[in-house]
Each structure stands twice: as structure tokens, then as C-alpha cells.
């Protein structure tokens, strides 16, 4: 195993000599961060379990790692849900946030949770096995964790709250909860990012899609403009596939969803960290960072 990782580093280093050291440590980041989140010693980061908090405690140490604060008390912000089985479980979204005493706040948002071992949205039928979710959402989370660390480290005209939602894969049980347990903050909101599932960038199509709701044209232009000439980026306007941005979209909060789409490993328990293009991921990091500083700096 270990030699397998040293060929892994020595390979990037031949693939990525052309890019910035900053680069380098990005990908090298994203790439740690998934092979956490997706190992089997998480076993699929079940909302409502003990390795749904070993997730969040890996998240909080790396916010801990920024300037960024926790939102009130405390890192986590609890609910409760049914699950499958219609018992009663606890579940955490965990919620940094980054103060620039601006009047309007942009929302930046991963799920962090998986099936488990299983269970009714698994794909792999019949098999109680460890489902790591690898793109299914720590593609998401990685990326979602260096453009914490980014953004904190710039002076931005937004204060920014970054959520990583859980009980997503239940019902989307976490951003259900957090528009319901935060009203205050909703007038404040300008716009919500929600990234899920951008690890299986397809290496000869290279397609993206982007979908926005509720912001200006100028954006589109914008976005194709950053994005880097060999990802053919999608810009989409309508049939949102249902995820985290949904609650902030029935309440008329702006929205980008950024995905790289299903494949044929979703919700199999062959979603695995081995399978993620990271090349990819990390054009994909470079994109939004410049979108994000564009939207920060626009009115
Ligand atoms: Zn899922």
C-alpha cells in the first residue's frame, strides 16, 4: 500500500511539474481529504451513526486548520430525522463561518454523508457492503474544504458560510432543517453554491454542467470565460435535479449546483477514491475560485 501511494506522489510530481507549488498542494489536499473520507474505516459515513461524526470531526479539524469561526456555539448544528426505518436519529451539519462584517452572506455548501452499508438508495442490491461514496459527496467536501481554506485566507467583500450538510442521502434532511432552524439569516443570503458529486469528470467528453437559478445573464458569460478551454461546461437553467440547493430554491435564494453527473458507479459500493479524476477536481477547484472571487467582488 504504501509503495502504491509513493508511486502515486512521484507520478503526480512527472504529471503536475508544470503547475504552481500552490497547485501541487492543493491536489495533493484534495486528495488526502477524499482518501480519508471515502476509506472504509468511515464505512459510507452514515447520517445518524458514529462514523457520521468521525466525518464531521475530520471536517472541523480542517476548519480548524483556517480563520474561519463556528457559527454560534458551536461547529455542529444538530437535528433529528426518521431514517429508512423510521427510527428517530440525530444528525449534524457542520457550519464555519467566515466574518467580514459584510451585510450580505454567500453560502457555500457539501454534503458530507454517504449510505453506510447500504440500505434502499443503494444500487448495489442484495449486498451489505461498505458504500465510501468517493465521489458521492467527499469529491464535493474536498473541494469544499480548499475553498474554505482559500477564502479565508482573502480579503472578500461577503461573509461566508460554509455548511456541510448531512442526512442528504436520507432526504435531504439537512438543508431542509438548516432554512427551517436559521430564518434569521435568510434575508441575508445573496446566493448559495451547492457542490455535489464533481469527482468523475468524464477524461474525454470532459463535461461540466453548472446549473443557476435566480442571477443575472452576466454570470453565464462569466463562468465560460473562467472555465478552462478543454472542460466543455454546461450551463443549465431548468430541471434542477433534487439536491441541497432545493430549499434555498423554493425560497428564491439565487443558486449555482455544480456537478460532473451520474455515472455507473453511483450509490454502488464501487464508488471508491481510486476512480476519481483528479485532474479534474482540480480544475474544477481552480474554476469556482475564480467565479466565487468574480460574485464577491459584483454587486
Ligand atoms: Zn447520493
Request: with cysteine; hydrophobic share 40%.
Amino acid at each position: 500500500m504504501r509503495c502504491r501511494l509513493l508511486f502515486f506522489y512521484v507520478f503526480l510530481m512527472f504529471s503536475y511539474s508544470a503547475l504552481s507549488q500552490d497547485s501541487t498542494g492543493v491536489l495533493l489536499r484534495l486528495k488526502k481529504h477524499i482518501e480519508i473520507l471515502a476509506s472504509d474505516s468511515l464505512q459510507g459515513r452514515r447520517a445518524g451513526t458514529e462514523y457520521e461524526k468521525k466525518a464531521y470531526r475530520y471536517i472541523i479539524s480542517e476548519f480548524s486548520k483556517t480563520t474561519l469561526k463556528p457559527y454560534g456555539k458551536n461547529w455542529v448544528h444538530p437535528f433529528s430525522f426518521k431514517d429508512e426505518d423510521s427510527l428517530k436519529k440525530t444528525a449534524y451539519n457542520v457550519i464555519a463561518y467566515l466574518d467580514n462584517k459584510a451585510s450580505k452572506t454567500i453560502v457555500i455548501a457539501a454534503h458530507y454523508d454517504h449510505l453506510g452499508i447500504g440500505g434502499t438508495k443503494s444500487r448495489s442490491y442484495g449486498k451489505k457492503a461498505i458504500h465510501n461514496g468517493a465521489d458521492d459527496n467527499a469529491s464535493g467536501v474536498a473541494v469544499f474544504l480548499e475553498l474554505a481554506k482559500s477564502l479565508s485566507e482573502n480579503n472578500l467583500k461577503n461573509n461566508y458560510l460554509f455548511i456541510a450538510f448531512s442526512a442528504h442521502e436520507e432526504g435531504l434532511f439537512g438543508s431542509k432543517l438548516f432554512m427551517a432552524d436559521y430564518k434569521k439569516l435568510l434575508p441575508d443570503i445573496r446566493l448559495m453554491l451547492n457542490i455535489d458529486m464533481i469527482g468523475r469528470m468524464d477524461t474525454i467528453s470532459k463535461n461540466l454542467s453548472l446549473f443557476t437559478s435566480g442571477l443575472p445573464a452576466s454570470i453565464d458569460s462569466l463562468a465560460q470565460s473562467y472555465c478552462p478551454q478543454d472542460i466543455y461546461l454546461k450551463i443549465i437553467k431548468e430541471n434542477f435535479p433534487e439536491s441541497d440547493h432545493s430549499a434555498f430554491k423554493n425560497k428564491k435564494i439565487p443558486c449555482l449546483f455544480i456537478t460532473t453527473g451520474a455515472h455507473e458507479d453511483y450509490h454502488k459500493i464501487t464508488d471508491d477514491a481510486e476512480k476519481i479524476n483528479y485532474a479534474g477536481l482540480l480544475k474544477i477547484y481552480d474554476f469556482l475560485q475564480q467565479l466565487i472571487f468574480d460574485l464577491d467582488n459584483s454587486k
